[in-house]
C-alpha cells in the first residue's frame, strides 16, 4: 500500500463517512470518492458496504484496515527514531493510562522528569484498563500506566507500585465503625463497580471469587470519584484504593468510610507497561528508566 493512501484510508474507514473524512482530510468528497475506487479496483475487492452516505468496513476492509494500521504505526515509529536521531535532545512520549491515575501519579512523573528533561514533550490519553492495554500493544502509544498487569502477551512490564485496597461504605453502614474487615463480610450488599475493562473491575471479581460471592452490582461507573461520591450518598459500597482515595479527597464525610480489607492479595498492583516488539525511540526509554527509577526509590 503506498505510503500515501495509508492516512486518508484509516481516517475514512474510522470515521465511516465520506463527507465528514474528506472535511478531516480537507479534500472534496468526489476526490475522496475517486481516490476509494481507485484504491478498491488495484486491490480488486470493495473495502466498504455503502449505506447511503454512510460506510461500513466489510470484512475485506476489517483485514485491509488492520495492516494499514500497523504499516501506519511502523511509519510513524521510524519518522520519531529519525527525529532522535537528528536530536536526541528532543522527542515526544505518547503516554496512555487509566483515569484513576490522572489526579496524582502521572503529574508527579511527568513534573519530576521534565525537571530533566525539558525538551521531551507528552501526548496523553487516559481510558479503561483493556483500551489502554490495547493502544501499547497496537503501536498507537509508546507506554501504559495500567492496573492490574495485563495477561496479554508481547507486553513488557514493570511494577511501579501496590496500593492498599479498602471497602468503601457510606457513614451509616453497619461496617463502617470497623478497623479493617473481609470482603466477604460485605457479600449481602449492593456494590457500585466501574464498568466492565477497568482494571478495578477485575479486581473486585476476582476479589469476589476468592471471598465465593457474586457481588450484585446495581451501578457501574467508568469514574472512582463517581463510584466514591454514590458509596458517600448511601446508594451501595464499593473497592477503593486506599491512597487514590485520599488524594481524591474521597475519606471521611461527605465522602465514603474506608475501611481497609484483610484479604489476601487485597492490593492494587500499579505497573508500567510497553510493547516488547517494539525499538523505543531515545525519548520514551529516557522516560521508562526515569519511571522505574522513581518507582525503586518510592518503595
Given at each position: 500500500?503506498?505510503?500515501?493512501?495509508?492516512?486518508?484510508?484509516?481516517?475514512?474507514?474510522?470515521?465511516?463517512?465520506?463527507?465528514?473524512?474528506?472535511?478531516?482530510?480537507?479534500?472534496?468528497?468526489?476526490?475522496?470518492?475517486?481516490?476509494?475506487?481507485?484504491?478498491?479496483?488495484?486491490?480488486?475487492?470493495?473495502?466498504?458496504?455503502?449505506?447511503?452516505?454512510?460506510?461500513?468496513?466489510?470484512?475485506?476492509?476489517?483485514?485491509?484496515?488492520?495492516?494499514?494500521?500497523?504499516?501506519?504505526?511502523?511509519?510513524?515509529?521510524?519518522?520519531?527514531?529519525?527525529?532522535?536521531?537528528?536530536?536526541?535532545?528532543?522527542?515526544?512520549?505518547?503516554?496512555?493510562?487509566?483515569?484513576?491515575?490522572?489526579a496524582?501519579?502521572?503529574?508527579?512523573?511527568?513534573?519530576?522528569?521534565?525537571?530533566?528533561?525539558?525538551?521531551?514533550?507528552?501526548?496523553?490519553?487516559?481510558?479503561?484498563?483493556e483500551?489502554?492495554?490495547?493502544?501499547?500493544?497496537d503501536?498507537?502509544?509508546?507506554?501504559?500506566?495500567?492496573?492490574?498487569?495485563?495477561?496479554?502477551?508481547?507486553?513488557?512490564?514493570?511494577?511501579?507500585?501496590?496500593?492498599?485496597?479498602?471497602?468503601?461504605?457510606?457513614?451509616?453502614?453497619?461496617?463502617?465503625?470497623?478497623?479493617?474487615?473481609?470482603?466477604a463480610?460485605?457479600?449481602?450488599?449492593d456494590?457500585?463497580?466501574?464498568?466492565?475493562?477497568?482494571?478495578?473491575?477485575?479486581?473486585?471479581?476476582?476479589?469476589?471469587?476468592?471471598?465465593?460471592?457474586?457481588?450484585?452490582?446495581?451501578?457501574?461507573?467508568?469514574?472512582l470519584v463517581?463510584?466514591?461520591?454514590?458509596?458517600?450518598?448511601?446508594?451501595?459500597?464499593?473497592?477503593?484504593?486506599?491512597?487514590?482515595?485520599?488524594?481524591?479527597?474521597?475519606?471521611?464525610?461527605?465522602?465514603?468510610?474506608?475501611?481497609?480489607?484483610?484479604?489476601?492479595?487485597?492490593?492494587?498492583?500499579?505497573?508500567?507497561?510497553?510493547?516488547?516488539?517494539?525499538?523505543?525511540?531515545?525519548?520514551?526509554?529516557?522516560?521508562?528508566?526515569?519511571?522505574?527509577?522513581?518507582?525503586?526509590?518510592?518503595?
Amino acid at each position: 500500500m503506498p505510503s500515501d493512501d495509508l492516512h486518508w484510508f484509516l481516517t475514512l474507514a474510522e470515521l465511516e463517512h465520506v463527507g465528514a473524512a474528506a472535511v478531516r482530510l480537507g479534500l472534496s468528497q468526489p476526490t475522496l470518492s475517486r481516490m476509494l475506487a481507485r484504491l478498491e479496483r488495484r486491490l480488486g475487492a470493495r473495502l466498504f458496504d455503502r449505506h447511503g452516505k454512510r460506510l461500513s468496513l466489510n470484512d475485506f476492509g476489517h483485514v485491509y484496515y488492520e495492516h494499514a494500521r500497523r504499516a501506519q504505526a511502523e511509519l510513524d515509529a521510524a519518522a520519531r527514531e529519525l527525529a532522535d536521531l537528528a536530536n536526541p535532545a528532543r522527542g515526544v512520549v505518547r503516554l496512555t493510562f487509566l483515569h484513576s491515575f490522572g489526579a496524582r501519579l502521572v503529574p508527579e512523573l511527568i513534573a519530576g522528569f521534565r525537571r530533566g528533561s525539558g525538551a521531551i514533550t507528552f501526548n496523553l490519553s487516559q481510558d479503561a484498563a483493556e483500551v489502554v492495554t490495547g493502544r501499547v500493544r497496537d503501536g498507537a502509544a509508546d507506554l501504559g500506566i495500567v492496573s492490574p498487569k495485563p495477561a496479554v502477551p508481547g507486553l513488557g512490564w514493570r511494577e511501579l507500585l501496590g496500593q492498599r485496597l479498602a471497602l468503601a461504605v457510606p457513614a451509616d453502614h453497619r461496617l463502617a465503625g470497623r478497623r479493617q474487615v473481609r470482603l466477604a463480610e460485605a457479600a449481602d450488599s449492593d456494590f457500585i463497580a466501574m464498568q466492565t475493562g477497568y482494571g478495578m473491575r477485575t479486581i473486585l471479581e476476582d476479589l469476589c471469587a476468592a471471598a465465593d460471592f457474586r457481588p450484585r452490582i446495581v451501578m457501574e461507573s467508568s469514574d472512582l470519584v463517581t463510584v466514591g461520591g454514590l458509596v458517600g450518598a448511601g446508594l451501595g459500597v464499593a473497592l477503593l484504593p486506599i491512597e487514590d482515595a485520599v488524594s481524591r479527597g474521597l475519606g471521611p464525610q461527605p465522602g465514603p468510610v474506608l475501611v481497609p480489607l484483610t484479604d489476601p492479595g487485597a492490593t492494587r498492583a500499579v505497573g508500567l507497561i510497553w510493547s516488547a516488539n517494539v525499538v523505543p525511540s531515545d525519548a520514551v526509554r529516557v522516560f521508562r528508566d526515569f519511571t522505574v527509577e522513581w518507582a525503586a526509590r518510592a518503595t
